[in-house]
């Protein structure tokens, strides 16, 4: 087994890191910075982190959201340690992927985000559509798929 390397993030300066540096004291290597998490690109600990560790090592945060706010940057996040061959522990949320379980857990959870953030897409291209319906002009509605009287109707009285 390689090191543990751990991570440590607050948002704001009046925040505080000793209670993760508290739980993350048995690693090996700890990095800790006080930014937003925007995005990887404005953490540059965690590109130094993510940078740092070798194959067989573990990379250790307290919580998923001290790592990444969204699904997105944390399957990148995810993608890059895979490529390394270096496992994920969450503290609180009790992921632990040097185990089966902890790997299938985590690709369950990984599985309901990438699903959430589909229907949130699947939502707002209807409410597009919808959109574009309602307000197209006379001369588009002749795209419009359902070409009926209510559609001429409802964009003359929406144009009005």
């Not at 948002?11 to 508290?22: A, F, K, P, R, Y």
């Not at 998490?37 to 600990?45: C, L, V, W």
């Not at 940078?51 to 067989?56: A, G, K, P």
């Amino acid at each position: 087994m390689g090191m543990k390397v751990g991570y440590a993030r607050v948002s704001t300066v009046g925040q505080s890191l000793d209670l993760q540096m508290e739980r993350l004291s048995d690693c090996d290597r700890i990095y800790r910075e006080k930014a937003s998490a925007g995005s990887t690109k404005n953490r540059p600990e965690l590109k130094n982190a993510l940078d740092f560790v070798r194959e067989e090592d573990v990379f250790i945060v307290t919580k998923l959201d001290r790592l990444a706010r969204s699904v997105v940057d944390l399957s990148l996040i995810v993608q890059r340690l895979e490529e390394k061959n270096v496992d994920l522990v969450v503290l609180d949320q009790g992921i632990d992927t040097t185990t089966i379980y902890g790997r299938l857990q985590f690709n369950i959870l990984a599985a309901i985000g990438e699903f959430e953030r589909g229907l949130i897409r699947e939502r707002s291209r209807g409410a597009e559509k919808k959109q574009k319906h309602v307000e197209c002009g006379l001369e588009q509605s002749r795209s419009c798929p359902q070409k009926t009287y209510k559609c001429y109707y409802r964009t003359l009285k929406a144009l009005d």
